[in-house]
């Protein structure tokens, strides 16, 4: 009878419930890979032909070998195993793969009996750790943005002087306060999805959609009634709801695709998926018609003609006047860039110290 529980180092490898732990840790990994990892681990020791992999886990679809190299690639890489000093999967030139580490099956220690019973607190702590990181990214895309409305659109015409660099550290704080808000919504809505779907592409998608939803929603509804409050009017369209949604489920696409990235150990480049949904998602937001912070910081120049907030050179950089709609396309696909790479990429830092 097949066991439906291994362990091997600090791994477990739950078949029934299709979860692979590192130190109860649940790591991302794909339904196909996911069955060619149980292939090598109920096969412990004895070789894995290629042609057994294509018929147990491709089913007879035809693909090339480099899908299984890629497939063994990304195992070692859950595994954080070494290809030229093998702890857990070793190539056999031209003929397949073994697993060479000790793995057990069969009932659990009490010692790990226990530590299974403290998972659900584990989850938790995980939760925050993961949705706290995210927020600490959306701080950093603020400040990033923030600088550059400051410095590229926000001076005055005079150029510097005391009213330049209050206009920058002004537009630098508002934008790490705006991102540290949307970031708090976008990254614990994915944390929380995860909790139920940990290993699901659409939960860190919803998570990403609702948490976004949430909190631009209520932004807008704060911002428009505390702009009646105090000068009597405010600006026809600010980033809400709707935009929230879309970069959220963005970020969270990004995230996803991110952690599946294979070509690079670099974070750097690991980002890259993330930082290119992110561009999309925020140029279309504008192109739609949306705001995000660029768009909405132009409608607030326009309700307050006397201010010396203006994004004009930013505009004439794409032959507009003011900040028009080539220019919030394109800053709003900067803004989507930045925001969905430094949430993603804060929460693969946290998860990779998690599982170290």
């Not at 690639?73 to 999967?89: K, M, S, V, Y």
């Not at 005079?158 to 991102?179: E, F, M």
């Not at 909790?195 to 209520?218: D, E, H, R």
């Amino acid at each position: 009878m097949k066991s439906d529980s291994f362990r091997f180092g600090r791994f477990t490898l739950d078949v029934e419930g299709r979860m692979l732990r590192r130190d109860g840790v649940v790591l991302d990994v794909s339904n196909r890979y996911f069955d060619a990892l149980v292939l090598l681990v109920r096969n412990a020791g004895g070789l894995v032909s290629k042609d057994r992999f294509m018929d147990d886990v491709w089913r007879g679809v035809p693909v090339t070998d480099e899908a299984l190299t890629q497939c063994i690639r990304t195992l070692r890489r859950a595994l954080d195993d070494d290809a030229a000093r093998p702890r857990f999967i070793e190539t056999v030139p031209k003929h397949g793969y073994r697993f060479v580490a000790q793995v057990a099956t069969g009932e659990i220690s009490p010692e790990q009996a226990a530590f299974v019973n403290e998972l659900p607190k584990r989850n938790w702590q995980i939760f925050w750790f993961t949705g706290g990181a995210g927020v600490i990214g959306g701080g950093i895309a603020g400040l990033v943005g923030g600088l550059f409305y400051g410095f590229a659109g926000g001076a005055p015409p005079q150029g510097a002087g005391t009213g330049g660099a209050s206009i920058v550290l002004v537009l630098t704080a508002l934008a790490v306060l705006v991102a540290l808000i949307g970031a708090g919504g976008v990254s614990f809505g994915i944390a929380s999805a995860r909790l139920f779907n940990p290993n699901k592409w659409t939960a860190m998608i919803v998570g990403g959609a609702l948490g976004g939803f949430v909190v631009g929603g209520l932004v807008k509804l704060l911002g428009l009634d505390a702009f009646n409050i105090v000068l009597g009017q405010s600006p026809t369209q600010i980033t809400g709801a709707l935009e929230g949604a879309v970069l959220g489920s963005a970020t969270g696409l990004g995230l996803w695709l991110s952690k599946r990235a294979t070509f690079s150990q670099s974070l750097i480049y690991r980002i890259w998926p993330a930082a290119g949904v992110g561009a999309i998602a925020g140029a279309l937001i504008t192109a739609a018609g949306g705001r995000l912070l660029g768009g909405s910081l132009h409608a607030l120049a326009e309700l307050l003609p006397q201010s010396q907030l203006r994004l004009d050179r930013i505009g004439a950089a794409f032959g507009e006047v003011g900040l028009g709609h080539i220019s919030q396309i394109v800053t709003g696909g900067f803004e989507g860039m930045l925001f969905a790479a430094c949430v993603s990429g804060a929460i693969l830092v946290a998860e990779r110290q998690m599982a170290e």
